[in-house]
C-alpha cells in the first residue's frame, strides 16, 4: 500500500503536536511491512509523516520537485532531508531545475500519481499559492486518489 502525504508547512510547535500524534494514529492503520509511504520530505508534514512511516516499520519513497529543490528548504531541515533521502528506497524526479511553484505541484503530482491513498493535514482552506495542499487534494480528487485529512481539533495555522 503506497500512501501519500501533502500538508502545510509552518505550523506551530503545539500544532506540530497534535499533528504528529495523528499522523502516528494514521499509520497505525496500515501493515507496516507493506506500507510505503510517499513524500516530498519538506519540512512540517511531509517528514513527520516520512518518520513515522519509518518508526512504524514501513518504507518511503521521495519525490524530488526540482534539482534545487533542497535549497530552498530550510537550512535547519538540511540534516533531516538528507538522512530521509537515504532512507529512501526509490527517488522519483520531475526532471526541472528551479524549484517553483509549478515544479512542488509538478512533485505533487508525480507523488499522487504513485499512491493508493492520499493523506492531507490540511485546514481546508484554499491554497496560499499554487500548487499548495488545496491544489494537491484537488488534483488527487479529480484523478480519483483517496483522500484522508487530517485537521486536529484545535489545531490553527498563522
Same mark, same amino acid.
Given at each position: 500500500?503506497?500512501v501519500?502525504?501533502?500538508?502545510h508547512?509552518?505550523? /506551530?510547535a503545539? $500544532?506540530?503536536k497534535? $499533528?504528529r500524534a495523528?499522523?502516528d494514529?494514521?499509520?497505525?492503520?496500515y501493515?507496516p511491512?507493506?506500507l510505503?509511504?510517499?513524500?516530498?520530505?519538506?519540512?512540517?508534514?511531509?517528514?513527520?509523516f516520512?518518520? /513515522?512511516v #519509518?518508526a512504524?516499520?514501513?518504507?518511503?519513497?521521495?519525490?524530488?520537485p526540482?534539482?534545487?529543490?533542497r535549497?530552498?528548504l530550510? /537550512?535547519t531541515?538540511?540534516?533531516t532531508?538528507?538522512?530521509?533521502l537515504?532512507?529512501a528506497?526509490?527517488?522519483h524526479?520531475?526532471?526541472?531545475?528551479? /524549484?517553483?511553484s509549478?515544479?512542488?505541484?509538478?512533485?505533487s503530482?508525480?507523488l499522487?500519481? #504513485? +499512491?493508493?491513498?492520499l493523506v492531507?493535514?490540511?485546514?481546508?482552506? $484554499?491554497?496560499?499559492?499554487?500548487?499548495?495542499?488545496?491544489?494537491? +487534494?484537488?488534483?488527487?480528487?479529480?484523478?480519483? $486518489?483517496?483522500?484522508?485529512i487530517?485537521?486536529?481539533d484545535?489545531a490553527t495555522?498563522?
Open positions: 500500500m503506497r501519500g502525504i501533502t500538508g508547512r509552518g505550523l /506551530s503545539a $500544532v506540530e497534535l $499533528v495523528s499522523l494514529a494514521e499509520v497505525k492503520t501493515e511491512t507493506e510505503c509511504g510517499v513524500s516530498c520530505v519538506a519540512d512540517g508534514p511531509d517528514t513527520w516520512a518518520e /513515522s #519509518l512504524a516499520g514501513g518504507r518511503i519513497e521521495v519525490v524530488i526540482a534539482d534545487q529543490y535549497d530552498g530550510p /537550512s531541515h538540511h540534516v532531508y538528507d538522512a530521509l537515504r532512507q528506497v526509490e527517488m524526479h520531475t526532471g526541472m531545475g528551479e /524549484s517553483t509549478q515544479a512542488h505541484m509538478a512533485g503530482e508525480i499522487v500519481g #504513485l +499512491v493508493d491513498r492531507a493535514v490540511w485546514d481546508g482552506e $484554499v491554497a496560499r499559492g499554487f500548487g499548495g495542499t488545496a491544489d494537491v +487534494v484537488a488534483y488527487a480528487r479529480r484523478t480519483g $486518489v483517496p483522500v484522508d487530517i485537521w486536529p484545535g495555522r498563522d
